[in-house]
């Protein structure tokens, strides 16, 4: 029977959350921080102890390592588990302090650092799930960065209990650990065939058991607005502000739908998530996300609507609407090749969790690389409230979540 080495994979979680990877969307560099390495050098050199001769990293900070298979059968395909490295922009992830509650008792947690942040069992639910059982959350200045931390600490910790215990059969495994998947640019510089692998899982997910074989579809829009200037003391009858039309446009937008604010399930929504500008000229960046193409276009079209109604109301003023692919549902990839979601589906049972396969109001690095001949749906982790100074994870999840990669990898040897 395996078992997982659960102080050690708590540690190394831990460990791995303290280094600060919170990657910039502001920048055009590869990585977008330079800060992400220092992760990636340490999983690096973590990976040749365990015994991954081949462990490297490179300029970019992506990190490529293989468990050599240890089968007599040579004909099973190679597989890949893939985590990001970086946290989000949207929480600081600057001197991270994780914190262990061994156990949890169900009470609510005021977070040392900050009283005002206090992890309530009424807003989440699935504490519930994990009461006597240890939990790991930071202490209210900034986010926990499981969101993928535990993926890379389950992959990692993986890789340690299949390199110790030769009696699990497996083919070749490939590990990879990306950087910037948050800023969306988590493939961009990505060596697949440095990578070598046909087939892959993401390890980015959140209730023990969740599958997710679907993610939005996703587009980026900018609305370019020019006004016409004059000097303002000379301005009546001449100028026409284009902040103040971006502001019009902004307001137009329907209230009480089409919003992320206003969404769930498979809805999709129209999201501004910046205005730049002066009276002369103003952008406002939208991101577009739907689970069809066919609604994603219709958002294009609706979106344009009524940006131009607006610019009709202001003679002498245009605008520029230019859309930008992101990403697309993975869904389309992954139903020609239903024995990945399959075999996944067997491991999260043999692993003793019921299995709930779900879609993301999202995207993982899974969707792309989905779309560039790595067939990859997103496995879970635990991770809870990410993006925020509210995050948490349960130990056991992280646990079962490492369990899962083992049973996937004999499975893919077992079926080859």
Not at 143 to 156: E, P, R
């Amino acid at each position: 029977m395996m078992k997982i080495n659960k102080s050690e994979l708590t540690q190394r979680f831990m460990r791995y959350v303290q280094i600060d990877t919170q990657s910039d969307p502001n920048s055009d560099a590869h990585p977008t921080t330079e800060k992400q390495k220092d992760l990636s050098r340490l999983l690096c050199n973590e990976l040749l102890q365990i015994g991954l001769i081949d462990a490297n990293t490179d300029e970019f900070g992506y990190v490529y390592a293989t468990i050599p298979s240890n089968s007599t059968k040579s004909n099973i395909p190679v597989i890949c588990f893939c985590s990001h490295v970086d946290t989000a922009p949207d929480c600081s992830g600057t001197h991270v302090k994780p914190l262990l509650h061994s156990p949890y008792l169900g009470a609510d947690i005021v977070l040392p650092d900050d009283n005002k942040q206090i992890l309530k069992i009424s807003d989440s639910p699935y504490l519930n799930n994990h009461i006597g059982h240890d939990i790991i959350t930071a202490s209210g200045l900034t986010l926990l960065g499981g969101d993928d931390k535990s993926g890379v600490a389950a992959i990692m910790q993986a890789a340690k209990t299949l390199m110790t215990n030769t009696d699990i059969k497996h083919g070749d495994i490939k590990i990879l650990f990306t950087p910037d998947e948050e800023v969306g640019k988590g493939t961009a510089k990505l060596n697949m065939e440095k990578l070598g692998a046909q087939f892959g899982y993401t390890l980015d997910g959140g209730e023990a058991g969740s599958l997710e074989d679907e993610t939005f579809s996703a587009d980026a829009a900018t609305i370019t607005i020019h006004g016409v200037i004059a000097h303002p003391g000379y301005a009546k009858g001449v100028l026409i502000n284009a902040i103040k039309i971006a502001g019009e446009i902004l307001d137009a937008l329907p209230k009480t739908t089409w919003s992320p604010e206003t969404t769930e399930g498979r809805e999709g929504f129209v999201h501004p998530v910046s205005v730049n500008g002066i009276s002369e000229k103003a952008t406002i960046q939208f991101i577009v996300r739907d689970f069809s193409e066919a609604g994603l276009m219709a958002h294009h079209e609706k979106l344009q609507s009524i940006a131009a109604a607006i610019i009709a109301q202001h003679p002498g003023t245009t605008m520029e609407y230019v859309q930008h692919e992101q990403y697309r549902n993975m869904k389309q990839v992954l139903d020609q090749h239903p024995h990945v979601v399959a075999y996944a589906e067997k491991a999260i049972l043999k692993a003793g969790l019921s299995m709930k396969k779900e879609s993301i109001r999202g995207g993982t690095d899974g969707s792309r690389l989905s779309y560039m001949g790595l067939p990859c749906p997103n496995i879970f982790t635990g991770m809870q409230n990410i993006h925020s100074k509210l995050e948490w994870i349960g130990v056991n999840d992280m646990v079962k979540a490492t369990e899962t990669i083992v049973h996937l990898c004999s499975i893919w040897e077992e079926e080859g």
